[in-house]
């Protein structure tokens, strides 16, 4: 019935169908926890969510979080032992598929700590009108649909980005 939706371009239907599956832990890479950022907002994800932060970065960010955060405070020697370089962006991201490989974590959602994920838009029937044909829905049943229709793949570690990745010599493929 899932495939059929989406062959018909029923997206709505097919988040209906997906809508109780149990979400991957939500990866969050963080700095400096900049205005604007989803970090107070964590304890809403309706799943385990891991937050990496920089061990000297951690006076930004509030003291205790929901039930459902777990902080890490990486150090350097923490990116040594991986072989990774230290700091930006990319070598996190790297350390972050590499902790999910090495705690067998087989899949993940990452997601940008800038993202909004107050709704997604999706179209209610065939039309790419943007009239009054989009509906609102939860950004999870976006990545609940996105991981069933990935399920049947072998990716060892699964990770949906829900960011614009930037760095080219980055390797999705590596894992």
Partial sequence: MLIESI????????????????????????????????????????????????????????????????????????????????????PKREYMLEYAKRNNIPKIIMLDDDISFDVWYADKARTTSVSNTKAKCSIWDGFRLLLRLAEKENWGVLGFAACELRCSHYNWKRF
């Fill in 7 to 90: 062959q018909n371009q029923n997206i709505i239907k097919a988040l209906e169908i997906v809508h109780e599956d149990e979400l991957p832990p939500v990866f969050v890479p963080s700095y400096k926890n900049r205005k604007g950022t989803n970090i107070n907002r964590l304890g809403e994800i309706p799943s385990e969510v891991h937050l990496f932060i920089y061990d000297d970065d951690r006076e930004n960010y509030p003291e205790t979080f929901s039930d459902n955060v777990i902080v890490h405070e990486i150090s350097k020697k923490d990116f040594e032992e991986m072989n990774l370089e230290w700091r930006g962006l990319c």
